[in-house]
C-alpha cells in the first residue's frame, strides 16, 4: 500500500510569510503526527492529530499551527516565517490502536528553506 | 533540557565489525524505547524496538540492550555493513509506545567503511 505522502517536497519563502505543508498517512492510519528536524536540534515533536483532534502539542510557538480532515489528511501552518523556521518537516502517520507498537510511518518530508 | 541523548554525533567503522550506537534518557517515566534509521532524502524508518520490562531485543543482525538502572540503551549491528550507513535516531516514550509521545534524540551519523 502507498506510503506517507508529503507536499511539497521542496520551498523556498522569504521571512514574514506563511506556509502551509500537507501530509496523507497511510491508508487506515488515523494518527498523524508532525516532527521539525533541524541539524542542532534533530527530531522535535510539533503536534498529533487524532480523529480530527489535536491529541498532543509540542514546545513550539502559536505560529505553529495544524488541523486533520476526516480522511485523515493533515496539514500544518507556518506563519509568520523566521529564519529559524528552515528545517526538515516530517509528517508520519501509525494505527494508534491499542494493540499499536508505536511504530510510526514516516513522510520523506517537505523541506523549508525561508530567505 | 534534552530527555534523549545520543552523545556521539558521528561513528565511523570497518564493514564487518560491531557499530555501537549508544543513546542516554533521563526521564525515568519512558517505557518504551525505538531506534529509527534515516537516510538522507528519506523520512526515518523503524528499525527496533524494547519495552522496558526487557533488557535485550534482537532482530537479525541489530540488538537493543536497555540498562534501566543506568537509564542507558545501545544498538549493535553486528556485521556492519556500507548499507548501514545512516542516521540512527534513539526514541523513547511514556506510555508503552503510544506513538504521540516520542522523545527523539538527535540522532548518531553512523558510517561504515567497505
Known amino acids: 500500500k502507498a506510503g506517507v505522502t508529503q507536499t511539497p517536497r521542496y520551498l523556498i519563502k522569504t521571512r514574514g510569510q506563511q506556509v502551509t505543508l500537507s501530509c496523507s498517512p497511510i491508508?487506515?492510519?488515523?494518527?498523524v503526527s508532525w516532527y521539525q528536524q533541524t541539524p542542532g536540534q534533530g527530531l522535535q515533536f510539533l503536534f498529533e492529530y487524532f480523529s480530527e483532534t489535536q491529541r498532543n502539542k509540542g514546545n513550539f510557538p502559536g505560529r505553529f499551527s495544524g488541523r486533520q480532515f476526516s480522511n485523515s489528511r493533515s496539514e500544518m501552518n507556518v506563519s509568520t516565517l523566521e529564519l529559524g523556521d528552515s528545517a526538515l518537516y516530517l509528517c508520519?502517520?501509525?494505527?494508534?490502536?491499542?494493540?499499536?507498537?508505536?511504530?510510526?510511518?514516516f513522510g520523506e518530508g517537505s523541506r523549508l528553506t525561508v530567505l | 533540557d534534552q530527555q534523549v541523548k545520543q552523545n556521539s554525533p558521528s561513528l565511523s567503522v570497518q564493514e564487518g565489525r560491531i557499530s555501537i550506537l549508544n543513546c542516554d534518557y533521563t526521564n525515568s517515566m519512558f517505557d518504551y524505547f525505538l531506534w529509527y534509521k534515516k537516510y538522507p532524502a528519506e523520512g526515518p524508518t523503524f528499525l527496533i524496538s524494547?519495552?522496558?520490562?526487557?533488557d535485550k531485543n534482537e532482530d537479525g543482525r541489530f540488538t537493543v540492550f536497555l540498562n534501566k538502572s543506568a537509564k542507558h540503551l545501545s544498538l549493535h549491528i553486528v556485521p556492519s555493513q556500507p548499507g548501514d550507513s545512516a542516521v540512527y535516531f534513539c526514541a523513547a516514550s511514556a506510555d508503552q509506545g503510544g506513538s504521540e509521545k516520542l522523545v527523539f534524540g538527535k540522532g548518531t551519523k553512523l558510517t561504515v567503511n567497505p
Open positions: 491508508s487506515g492510519h488515523r494518527s
Open positions: 524494547i519495552s522496558s520490562i526487557k
Open positions: 508520519a502517520s501509525s494505527l494508534a490502536a491499542s494493540s499499536d507498537t508505536g511504530e510510526l510511518f
